[in-house]
């Protein structure tokens, strides 16, 4: 089994779960020795420039002296308060990677924005929706006209709420689990005394009763059978497929209810866990991550966290592949973890074999929000509210990520409720 191993901190939704669940004491972070990432450009590793937010510059000296930019690159991400807004009109749209382009220059996107933004959903900036990838930079160009002014006043904000709560460590970017995140779902199953919890227990058609039946009920057909239910929640990237709705007056959705799962809208990836070298040979691996957006074939992320390994080693994760990529999924378990090791090992200070590897494949793991995402979506939900007792959420639906999906599927529970 293998799955996320932490979540984005700024959403509180995960961590209100994870609170609500008793298991506050479990929460851990990355460490903060570890904190920072960065971007192998020019035979080189840069560190990202201190007060980057999601790659908008906020900080003019960390901007000048890195080596991650010319010149003139700065200049041009300079400029970026000066350069018009754009107001969208109905579903007119714009890739992540043409917006920030044209907010922050070309350089910036090629070197930085693509691998970090694109990397989040482990796709191609030039094809991911802005809209609905990153509605804040949206947002922020409609409300203050630049992004580097917007994203001044968010940190101000920030930093002026934490001073208020007494808070005198800033926020890590990332928290986890201490036995891991499976550890949550198996709180909420406990949780859910006299609720039959099922797995590996495959839908395979969802039909409506009505007008037969008085209740407006579904027929759900499992490999074990056909039960009968009053509401149906599609979750995750992989809606199942709704084959008919017999009697039903208002029109059937289409085979498949989930157009943002469709090849061309999901991911491949492949991600190694390379583990483990004793703490002589770990006191220079003190990088959070390093993408290497100069090799359009790999994208390239580490990360460590403190509770993962035994004193004295490391654990580390290397994710391999990617939107455009999935010819890396191609190679056995034993090419992977060799061709991770030559990865970390061009800027990394390995110099010999870890302890044990794990290698794990995700197949179109998680979807992407290409541009005309959100016209999709609406249409999606247009049809969905046709049909009483059915509700759709999860990842790719409205944003991506562990808190995201706890969001939506708290928003589908007050809805059951009421």
């Not at 008793?22 to 851990?28: A, C, F, N, V």
């Not at 107001?87 to 007119?92: A, S, T």
């Not at 990677?97 to 693509?114: P, Y």
Request: hydrophobic share 40%.
């Amino acid at each position: 089994m293998a799955a996320p191993d932490s979540w984005l901190s700024t959403k509180p939704d995960a961590e209100k779960l994870v609170r609500a669940l008793r298991l506050g004491p479990e929460l851990i972070s990355t460490v903060e020795m570890h904190r920072g990432a960065y971007v192998a450009w020019g035979k080189e590793l840069h560190r990202m420039p201190e007060g980057l937010v999601l790659g908008v510059p906020t900080s003019v000296g960390p901007m000048l002296t890195t080596g991650l930019f010319d010149w003139d690159a700065k200049l041009r991400m300079a400029l970026e308060p000066f350069i018009p807004r754009r107001v969208y009109h109905g579903d007119e749209d714009e890739s992540v990677g043409a917006f920030m382009s044209r907010r922050l220059g070309d350089e910036m996107v090629t070197r930085l924005a693509a691998p970090l933004l694109g990397g989040i959903f482990a796709g191609d900036a030039d094809s991911l929706s802005v809209r609905a990838a990153f509605p804040q930079f949206v947002a922020a160009e409609r409300d203050h006209g630049s992004l580097i002014m917007a994203m001044r006043a968010q940190m101000r904000a920030r930093a002026a709420k934490a001073e208020a709560e007494g808070e005198k460590q800033p926020r890590p970017g990332f928290l986890s689990l201490r036995g891991g995140l499976g550890t949550m779902i198996q709180a909420v199953v406990d949780d859910l005394h006299g609720v039959d919890v099922r797995t590996s227990c495959p839908v395979l058609r969802v039909t409506k009763l009505e007008p037969d039946d008085a209740r407006g009920r579904y027929a759900v057909e499992t490999g074990r059978g056909t039960e009968l239910a009053d509401d149906i929640v599609f979750a995750g990237p992989r809606t199942p497929p709704l084959k008919s709705f017999a009697g039903s007056t208002a029109p059937s959705p289409r085979p498949s209810i989930a157009p943002w799962t469709t090849p061309r809208l999901q991911r491949s990836f492949s991600h190694s866990n390379a583990p483990r070298w004793p703490r002589a040979r770990r006191q220079r691996l003190h990088r959070t991550a390093h993408a290497r957006p100069e090799d359009p074939r790999r994208h390239v992320g580490i990360q460590q966290m403190d509770h993962r390994a035994p004193g004295g080693h490391v654990l580390m994760r290397a994710f391999l592949g990617g939107a455009g990529r999935d010819e890396v999924l191609a190679e056995d378990d034993e090419e992977l973890a060799d061709l991770a090791l030559r990865e970390l090992r061009i800027f990394t200070p390995i110099d010999g074999r870890p302890l044990f590897s794990r290698v794990f494949r995700f197949h179109r793991a998680s979807p992407q929000p290409y541009l005309g995402h959100l016209p999709r979506i609406r249409a999606l939900s247009e049809q969905v509210s046709h049909h009483a007792g059915l509700y759709i959420a999860g990842s790719g639906l409205d944003g991506i990520g562990i808190p995201d999906c706890i969001r939506q599927a708290e928003t589908v529970a007050r809805q059951l409720l009421s």
